[in-house]
């Protein structure tokens, strides 16, 4: 039998660390495996394709020729804006402006991945020397799914791709144009710290009585309960911890302004 094509997925990736592909690559439902053998087709993605230069180029050219209109396209990192010096980051040759838009212009929508890509994140912190800006911020006629966190939880990142793809239409959105599937609760909603917050008990240092009791860490600088994100309840590494389980407080990177709001060990 003639396998039906997987849809072709072009991965771009900017300013940004690789954190956000390490974090995919610890995915387990479905894994990353599960997904660019099964589920999609990975025309283009720096680090997990085997292509290198001219090759590597070709092969996202050709993905565009060949599913014009039908391709997704998914990015991380953040972008030099056009007014800034576009050599701040470029891929062969071409800044990520250039490769960005082009990109983008056939495609059926975009996922940025991680809060670089979605926000602007770290390279967009004060005094942002590269004018960088979120996917968002440049792509005005396209749907973007935002899918932040620094880095995104892996199985969310996958979930997201995998819903896009069994359904054909964008999950339901927040006014971040993040998916209310993962982002729609506050960590603090579903923390299990919080019958400490309620009753007024807070560790007040990381290795205090309260802190051993596994007390609330709010006064550590938690910003759980201003953070959207699914951390509480899908956890980390296959389910097993979190950052508040394991001790230390949410720093809210799921959030806009993640590097300037401030205050990581501090209550604002
Ligand atoms: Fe790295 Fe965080 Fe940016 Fe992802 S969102 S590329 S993990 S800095
Ligand atoms: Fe809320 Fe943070 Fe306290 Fe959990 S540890 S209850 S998220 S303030
Ligand atoms: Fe980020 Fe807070 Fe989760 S810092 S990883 S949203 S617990």
Same mark, same amino acid.
């Given at each position: ?6 849809? &072709?997925?072009?991965?771009?990736? /900017? ?10 690559? +610890? ?7 599960? $997904? ?5 087709? $990975? !025309? ?63 495609? =059926?929508? =975009?996922?940025?991945?991680?809060? %670089?890509?979605? /926000? ?7 005094? @942002? ?5 979120? =996917? +968002?911020?440049?792509? +005005? !006629?396209?749907?973007?799914? @935002?899918?932040?966190?620094? *880095? ?13 793809? =069994? ?12 998916? $209310?599937?993962?982002?729609?609760? &506050? ?14 008990? /807070?560790?007040?240092?990381? !290795? !205090? ?9 709010? +006064? ?25 389980? &394991? ?5 809210? %990177? &799921?959030? *806009? ?6 205050? /990581?060990?501090?209550?604002?």
């Amino acid at each position: 039998l003639e396998q039906a094509r997987r849809p &072709s997925v072009i991965w771009l990736s /900017f300013q940004e660390c690789t954190g956000c592909t390490e974090s995919l690559t +610890r995915a387990h439902a479905p894994t990353l495996e599960d $997904l660019i053998l099964d589920f999609i087709s $990975l !025309d283009y993605h720096h680090t997990l394709q085997a292509a290198s230069g001219d090759a590597a180029e070709e092969a996202r050219i050709q993905a565009m020729e060949e599913n014009k209109g039908q391709y997704l396209v998914i990015v991380d990192g953040s972008i030099p804006g056009p007014k800034s010096n576009p050599g701040f980051s470029t891929i062969a040759g071409h800044s990520n402006y250039d490769i960005l838009m082009e990109t983008v212009e056939h495609a =059926v929508a =975009v996922i940025a991945v991680g809060t %670089c890509a979605a /926000f602007g994140g770290l390279p967009q912190a004060r005094p @942002n020397p590269t004018g960088a800006l979120s =996917v +968002r911020e440049l792509v +005005r !006629d396209k749907p973007v799914i @935002n899918v932040p966190g620094c *880095p995104p939880i892996p199985m969310v990142i996958t979930g997201v791709i995998a819903h896009y793809l =069994v359904f054909g239409q964008l999950p339901e959105l927040d006014g971040y144009g993040r998916p $209310l599937a993962f982002y729609g609760q &506050s960590i603090h909603d579903r923390c299990s710290r919080r019958p400490f917050y309620d009753k007024g008990l /807070f560790a007040e240092g990381f !290795d !205090d009585e309260g802190a051993k009791q596994g007390w609330c860490l709010y +006064r550590l600088g938690c910003k759980g309960p201003t953070t959207y994100n699914a951390c509480a309840t899908m956890k980390w590494n296959d389910g097993t911890s979190w950052p508040v389980e &394991s001790g230390h407080p949410c720093l809210g %990177c &799921s959030e *806009p302004r993640f590097w300037d709001a401030g205050g /990581f060990y501090e209550p604002v």
